[in-house]
Nanobody, 123 residues
Framework: QVQLVESGGGLVQAGGSLRLSCAASGRTFSSYAMGWFRQAPGKEREFVAAISWSGGNTYYADSVKGRFTISRDNAKNTVYLQMNSLKPEDTAVYYC????????????????WGQGTQVTVSS
């Protein structure tokens, strides 16, 4: 079992940057691919980015490609989401999750979820 705790959210102006962290407990963290999802008010949860267990493969939603970077440090049991050039439409609660099945872009492929961290981008 994996427990996940996100941090790093906050309020930022458009064009600014934030770095989200997701700390995992459990000795099996390095065996999981990890993903970030987000949910804006009144909208469904959507895929943002995913990273393979080794960190060698990364995947992004088209809406964040070129602006966001997912990475992981298996020695620290942590996955990160560096968010640059933020836009008001990036405002959402961001969740990290541990992937157990394919495809990576479906939230039904993830068994373990954090509690989420709020990101608000002002215009």
């Amino acid at each position: 079992q994996v427990q996940l705790v996100e941090s790093g959210g906050g309020l930022v102006q458009a064009g600014g940057s934030l770095r989200l962290s997701c700390a995992a407990s459990g000795r099996t963290f390095s065996s999981y691919a990890m993903g970030w999802f987000r949910q804006a008010p009144g909208k469904e949860r959507e895929f943002v980015a995913a990273i393979s267990w080794s960190g060698g493969n990364t995947y992004y939603a088209d809406s964040v490609k070129g602006r966001f970077t997912i990475s992981r440090d298996n020695a620290k049991n942590t996955v990160y989401l560096q968010m640059n050039s933020l836009k008001p439409e990036d405002t959402a609660v961001y969740y990290c999750a541990a992937q157990s099945r394919i495809p990576y872009y479906s939230d039904s492929s993830y068994d373990y979820w954090g509690q989420g961290t709020q990101v608000t981008v002002s215009s």
